[in-house]
C-alpha cells in the first residue's frame, strides 16, 4: 500500500509560481497513475491534473491548462505538479492521488483513486 506525502505549498502572489512535490513510499510508484486535486474553502474537491505510470501522458483540467505542468521521477517516486500564472482562484488545499487501476486518463472520473495525501494548503494573494 502506498503512502502519498506532499509538501511544496505555501503563500504566494498573483502570478507567480510554486512547485508542489508528493513523495510515495511503500509501493514502487511507476504501478500507480498519478494526479493532483484540490478542495477550497466552502467547495467540492475538483481534479487538477494527473500522468500515466510512465510519465508519457498527461491531463489538465481546462482552468489550469497552459499554466500548471504535471510530471513524475519514477527513480525518485515523485511527482510533482508546477504552477505558473497563479490566480486567487487557484487557492486551495491541494492532495496528491494515486490509484493503481486507474489510468491517468480516467483519474478524474469517478470513482476517486485509491489512495490520497495529507494535502497541503496553497494561498494565492492579490
Known amino acids: 500500500q502506498v503512502q502519498l506525502v506532499e509538501s511544496g505549498g505555501g503563500l504566494v502572489q498573483a502570478g507567480g509560481s510554486l512547485r508542489l512535490s508528493c513523495a510515495a513510499s511503500?509501493?514502487?510508484?511507476?504501478?500507480?497513475?498519478m494526479g493532483w486535486f484540490r478542495q477550497a474553502p466552502g467547495k467540492e474537491r475538483e481534479f487538477v491534473a494527473a500522468?500515466?505510470?510512465?510519465?508519457?501522458?498527461?491531463y489538465y483540467t481546462d482552468s489550469v491548462k497552459g499554466r500548471f505542468t504535471i510530471s513524475r521521477d519514477n527513480a525518485k517516486n515523485t511527482v510533482y505538479l508546477q504552477m505558473n500564472s497563479l490566480k486567487p482562484e487557484d487557492t486551495a488545499v491541494y492532495y496528491c492521488a494515486a490509484d493503481r487501476i486507474k489510468t491517468g486518463q480516467t483519474m478524474g472520473a469517478p470513482p476517486a483513486p485509491n489512495y490520497w495525501g495529507q494535502g497541503t494548503q496553497v494561498t494565492v494573494s492579490s
Open positions: 500522468i500515466s505510470r510512465a510519465g508519457g501522458s498527461t
Open positions: 511503500g509501493g514502487t510508484s511507476s504501478r500507480y497513475a
